[in-house]
């Protein structure tokens, strides 16, 4: 386990990507919700842009169960819990990744909180894939099928107190009562699982 700052991070993964002789290389950005995976995702694919590694971003996001969905199963109030998402559909994207030259993913709106397939293309010329998600590294089934494709991995090393108030800011828009069921009955509880119930990543991203 190593504890990096940004600019490391970024070193190190160019020096890593630099090693390999995979036709792709898989990097896995793990945390908790409100961690800032999206964010950090965005600027690496930048950054790897910058030093013509040629990334794309596919989002574990992009694999949650439609809430029609949730509804018949009684999960619409745990949407973002393990168990809301296709953790299998993500799986074959990956190997389909590994394996085909362009590969159209889906990707998760957050403008209309659902999942928008065949969204993205991500093209023979994309060399890096980053992976994005909160539980890629979850360290139970069926999660643990999804370690074997990751060449690199890193966690968002975030403390609960920081997540709790972002998740708060997060939904301030909806009632006191819409915030407690969102906050504290969630996405803090599948924080804290992310954050206890995770293997070991490579790298852990400090602020």
């Known amino acids: 386990m190593t504890k990096l700052n ?5 070193e190190k993964l160019d020096q890593d990507i630099q090693k390999s002789n995979k036709n ?12 800032g995976k999206s964010t950090t995702s965005e600027k690496l694919h930048s950054d790897l842009t910058l030093k013509r590694h040629k990334p794309s971003i596919l989002q574990m996001d992009g694999f949650h169960y439609d809430n029609s969905i ?14 809301t998402f296709d953790v ?8 389909r990744l590994q394996n085909e030259p362009e590969v159209i993913v889906p990707i998760f709106d957050r403008s209309l909180e659902l999942s928008r397939s065949s969204a993205v293309i991500i093209s023979k010329e994309s060399k890096v894939i980053i992976v994005e998600g909160n539980y890629l590294l979850l360290n139970s089934q069926p999660w643990k099928d999804l370690q074997n494709f990751f060449d690199t991995t890193v966690m968002l090393d975030c403390e609960e107190k920081i997540l709790e108030q972002r998740l708060i800011d997060r939904w301030r828009n909806l009632s006191k009562d819409e915030i407690n069921q969102k906050v504290y009955k969630n996405d803090l509880p599948n ?6 119930n995770s293997i070991l990543a490579q790298y852990y991203l400090i602020d």
């Open 191 to 196: 924080g804290v699982n992310v954050i206890k």
């Open 24 to 35: 792709r290389y898989f990097i896995a950005i793990s945390g908790p919700p409100a961690s």
């Open 88 to 95: 299998y559909g993500l799986l074959n994207f990956i190997k």
């Open 70 to 83: 949730l509804k018949e199963k009684d999960l619409i109030q745990k949407k973002g819990a393990p168990e």
């Open 6 to 10: 940004y600019q490391e991070l970024i």
